[in-house]
Structures are given as structure tokens and as C-alpha cells.
Antibody, heavy 116, light 107 residues
Framework: EVRLVESGGGLVKPGGSLRLSCAAS????????LHWVRQAPGKGLEWVSS????????NYADSAKGRFTISRDNAKNSLYLQMNSLRVDDTAVYYC?????????WGQGTLVTVSS | DIQMTQSPATLSASVGDRVTITCRAS??????LAWYQQKPGKAPRLVIY???TLQSGVPSRFSGSGSGTEFTLTISSLQPDDFATYYC?????????FGGGTKVEIK
């Protein structure tokens, strides 16, 4: 059974930091490009960042550049998102996703709330 | 950046209706387009990829079409399980971008 399980979300003050993790199982993790996608309360989906299978190719949304860092550990089947200088508008459910079409797997999401 | 514009934002329909959702890209995306279905509190589910390829396990009443900058998702006969929000996503180039979503509601 394929599973992606996010963790690390929570309540943080503006300017604070969080590190999200995504633990994968049930598929060959190292074969998949990985992504973080977020969804603010009541809003649509927003792509945040992607990392290639080897970790060499990384892309960020403008909203994440300079503040967020994506990384992966293929030995641990894990994806990470280090989020610094958090803002109120970063409040969202953060999903990790893995794609190697036609396979497309998503976690259940972890809620990040940025509030004073 | 490629902007994705979906219409309508909300669609009210009845069971058995044929419904069509449109997604327009701000520039040509050569068919690298996906459609997702999302229900409240759940992760998105891939319905269509490569503009017209039905994802495994998705009912055949779903179909996708289009090329260039205009794409459509059609549900040939709406079923109770289909009431959800649908998003298009281009994966032609970074930044990956989603449409704003279309909520399919019960009429």
C-alpha cells in the first residue's frame, strides 16, 4: 500500500520556522519527483516547490523563494520542507505529492498556522 | 509564468447531467495538463493527465480534451460521487500552476 505521511505542522508565530517532513512507503521513492503543494483555508491549490529524483533540480514558487528549502533523503524515503520567516499568508494545509505518471500519490496534509 | 484560468467557478447540476469545465492557459502548454478532483478535507485525486488520458480507476464518464491553450474536462453523466471541486494543473514548465478551481454543486 502506498503511503505518504506528512508531519511537522502546527501553530507558529510570524517570523518563526517549521520543518515539515513526509515519510513515504509502498513505492520506489527514489524514482519519483516530489512536490509540496499547499491550500489555504477555503482556497485553491498552490504549488510550493519541487525536487527531482536525485535532488539536483529544485524549483520554488515566488512565494517560497528565499524562505523555504526543499530536500529529500532517498535512503530514508523522506521529503522535507524547511520553512523560515513564516508569514500569516503561509497558513495552509501542506501536502506532499509524488509523481511519475501515471502514478500520482498524495499525503493527507499537515496544517500550518501562522498567527500571533 | 503560465496562468491557468478555469471556468465556471461554480457549476450547479443534477445527477445525470453532462457537465463541462474549461481551463485556459496563458500560453501554449503542449498537452502537459492534468485534472484533479478534490473533496472537502481530502487530498486531490488525479483524474486526467496528458490532457486526455484517463487515470487508472477513474470512471469512463470522465474525459479530457484540448490542446494548445484551451482544455476541457467533461463528465458525461454526473453521479452523486462526482460532486466535488475540480482543478486543472499545467506541468509544462515551472512554476507549476493550478487553475482556481470549479466547484460542482448539486442543483
Amino acid at each position: 500500500e502506498v503511503r505518504l505521511v506528512e508531519s511537522g505542522g502546527g501553530l507558529v508565530k510570524p517570523g518563526g520556522s517549521l520543518r515539515l517532513s513526509c515519510a513515504a512507503s509502498g513505492f520506489t521513492f527514489s524514482d519519483y519527483n516530489l512536490h509540496w503543494v499547499r491550500q489555504a483555508p477555503g482556497k485553491g491549490l498552490e504549488w510550493v516547490s519541487s525536487i527531482s529524483t536525485s535532488g539536483e533540480d529544485i524549483n520554488y514558487a515566488d512565494s517560497a523563494k528565499g524562505r523555504f528549502t526543499i530536500s529529500r533523503d532517498n535512503a530514508k524515503n523522506s521529503l522535507y520542507l524547511q520553512m523560515n520567516s513564516l508569514r500569516v499568508d503561509d497558513t495552509a494545509v501542506y501536502y506532499c505529492a509524488s509523481r511519475w505518471l501515471p502514478n500520482d500519490y498524495w499525503g493527507q496534509g499537515t496544517l500550518v498556522t501562522v498567527s500571533s | 509564468d503560465i496562468q491557468m484560468t478555469q471556468s465556471p467557478a461554480t457549476l450547479s447540476a443534477s445527477v445525470g447531467d453532462r457537465v463541462t469545465i474549461t481551463c485556459r492557459a496563458s500560453q501554449t502548454i503542449t498537452g502537459w495538463l492534468a485534472w484533479y478532483q478534490q473533496k472537502p478535507g481530502k487530498a486531490p485525486r488525479l483524474v486526467i493527465y496528458r490532457a486526455a488520458t484517463l487515470q487508472s480507476g477513474v470512471p469512463s464518464r470522465f474525459s479530457g480534451s484540448g490542446s494548445g491553450t484551451e482544455f476541457t474536462l467533461t463528465i458525461s453523466s454526473l453521479q452523486p460521487d462526482d460532486f466535488a471541486t475540480y482543478y486543472c494543473q499545467q506541468y509544462d514548465s515551472f512554476p507549476l500552476t493550478f487553475g482556481g478551481g470549479t466547484k460542482v454543486e448539486i442543483k
